[in-house]
């Protein structure tokens, strides 16, 4: 090949190569251009997106802090402008107190790299007001610069709703703390997450000791427990159980063991997707206390301390019903304390009341505490004997009394003697009666005799008419076969008076021997027509009962002797 072709090939070569240079850097300026325009439409992006954010956005310089751009936002939360902040340090928007905790938080990030969250810093506007914030930071390069890109949101509307939420939270710990009644708290399983501190004083156990423990484990009884556990999955469910919604009583054990009644309400709400439950437990002890004494009080005399009318009929209809079943009999004694009217006019009502007290207070003594002893209004009492001890029932019972009445007369060394009117009626299974019918027999039978004393007094006083009496100066003496100690206290040719230390019964026997001041010794009979009890005075030591005798199977030979001794004393 010749020069000149080697030289024309050479050329063509080196066209087409230059061609070519040139579509490769036509390709790489569309590339560029085209770089640039994704660039341009990234950073209108960017731009929009800085500038429309709901939270302040800033760069800051990492060594300097100073603020090297920010947007609109950030503007309006400072109150500065954007061609301020440019010239600021991100410090100089918190307020001096605070400025050293965010230069550290900054410090921090550009150690770590990001933090996110951070609150409790304000942010310091224009005015000097303070803004509540929350910071996001991390650490970016920017044109080959390391700098902060910081994200500082208000949170004044989250702060007050969080501040009303405390501030409600608070209030309702202090209700609860300063509640009467113990509030607990637990979820599905029962286990406890609230204990205030009334439940703390209740039950003995502190909060921190019984947080996170099952209720039913340690403050309710074993029967109590059980119920919970078969009702639990029916809680978990629907939030409802047997309790839910209503108001019982029932019984709580504390620390140390002891049991007390209880009243429980319990409601139940939903917590993040579970069911949970409180209770108010009130302490009822008191008011159990106080029901008590008022049923007691409803069927108590408070005079005598005895049950009342309403008490004796309601323990004596339980008797009745078991007499019944154990075809058993009752013996219903009716009391009456005699001249009682008289008393409280003449001595007051006080020394009424006394009488009726002392008069109950025998008849404790004298009675079984499985007898029902009762006031059943004014002066009257009643006693429902229960498995009468003996066969000779009356006999026993009105030797019980003769001896209840001498002790406490011998005992009680005052001006006021109790004086008793007695019926006894008899409940027979066989042939039953009501209580009121009961009642009204032993009443018929008191008012017999009554009526019997009466006679016997009047017999008594014209006896002591038909014949003058003379007082013994201790110059007749005798022998009596009634026991006991017995002091003469006059004479007459029809009767005589004695001072006994055992109450006589009427129409009661007496066989006696009187020896006189002639030495003349007799042997008489008598029978008893009336006998009482009288005082005693403190200066004479006398027998606590008087009784006047009647003499009966009088010879003439022996009223002769006798005429003799009481004329040997008389005048004395």
């Known amino acids: 090949m010749s020069d000149k072709s080697r030289k ?27 770089a640039e325009q994704r660039g341009l439409e990234s950073d209108k992006k960017y731009r929009t997106l800085f500038e429309n954010a709901i939270d302040a956005i800033l760069i800051i310089d990492l060594v300097s802090g100073k603020i090297l751009d920010c947007n609109k936002k950030t503007a309006d939360m400072s109150a500065y402008s954007v061609r301020e902040l440019k010239t600021m340090t991100v410090t100089e928007l918190c307020p001096l107190e605070e400025q050293y905790i965010v230069s550290k938080i900054f410090a921090k990030v550009a150690e770590s790299g990001s933090l996110s969250g951070i609150s409790g810093i304000s942010l310091l506007r224009k005015d000097g007001t303070c803004v509540p914030v929350e910071i996001n930071a991390a650490a970016h390069e920017i044109g080959g610069e390391t700098c902060i890109c910081g994200i500082i949101r208000d949170i004044t509307l989250r702060k007050k709703t969080e501040d009303m939420l405390r501030e409600s939270e608070e209030k309702n710990r202090a209700m609860l703390d300063t509640s009467l009644d113990a509030i607990i708290m637990m979820d599905g399983n029962g286990t406890i997450s609230y204990f205030n501190k009334a439940a703390e004083k209740m039950f003995g156990y502190r909060q921190k000791d019984v947080k996170g423990k099952k209720l039913h484990d340690i403050l309710v009884s074993e029967d109590a427990r059980k119920k919970y556990v078969q009702h639990l999955p029916k809680f978990e469910q629907s939030g409802q159980c047997q309790i839910i919604g209503k108001t019982l009583e029932s019984y709580a054990s504390r620390k140390d063991g002891t049991r007390f009644p209880v009243e429980i309400s319990v409601s139940s709400f939903k917590r993040q997707g579970t069911w949970h439950s409180v209770g108010a437990i009130r302490d009822i002890t008191l008011r159990k206390e106080m029901e008590t004494r008022l049923r007691e009080s409803s069927r108590t005399d408070e005079l005598t301390g005895l049950f009342n009318r309403s008490g004796f009929l309601e323990f004596s209809s339980q008797q009745y019903k078991l007499a019944n079943r154990n075809n058993s009999c009752l013996y219903l004694l009716l009391l009456e304390v005699n001249n009682l009217r008289t008393i409280n006019e003449k001595y007051g009502l006080k020394t009424g009341d006394l009488i009726l007290q002392d008069t109950a207070k025998l008849l404790k003594r004298t009675f079984r505490e499985s007898d029902i ?3 059943i209004g004014g002066n009257k009492f009643s006693v429902l004997i229960i498995t009468p001890p003996a066969p000779d029932i009356e006999e026993v019972i ?104 055992n109450i006589q019964s009427p129409d009661a026997g007496c066989k006696m021997s009187l020896t006189g001041g002639l030495q003349k010794k007799i042997h008489l009979t008598g029978r008893v027509v009336w006998a009482t009890a009288v005082k005693t ?21 022996i009223k002769k002797t006798l005429q003799e001794i009481i004329s040997s004393f008389k005048g004395i």
């Open 8 to 34: 024309k090939k050479q050329l063509h070569d080196e066209v087409k190569a230059l061609r070519k240079r040139v579509a490769e850097l036509e390709n790489i300026d569309t590339i560029r251009k085209q």
């Open 373 to 375: 002893i009762s006031r």
């Open 398 to 501: 009105s030797r019980h009394i003769e001896d209840a009445m001498g002790a406490y007369h011998k005992q009680k060394n005052h001006g006021h003697e109790i004086s008793l009117s007695i019926g006894l009626s008899r409940y027979d299974p066989d042939h039953p009666c009501s209580l009121d019918e009961l009642l009204n027999l032993a009443n018929a039978q008191m008012n017999i005799n009554k009526r019997l004393k009466s006679a016997i007094s009047e017999k008594a006083i014209r006896e002591k008419r038909q014949h003058e009496r003379f007082s013994n100066g201790h110059s007749l003496k005798g022998e009596f076969d009634i026991g006991g100690d017995v002091f003469i206290k006059n004479i007459s040719l029809g009767g005589i008076c004695l001072r006994t230390s």
């Open 537 to 557: 005075r403190r200066e004479v030591a006398l027998p606590p009962f008087e009784s006047g005798l009647q003499f009966i199977d009088l010879q003439n030979n």
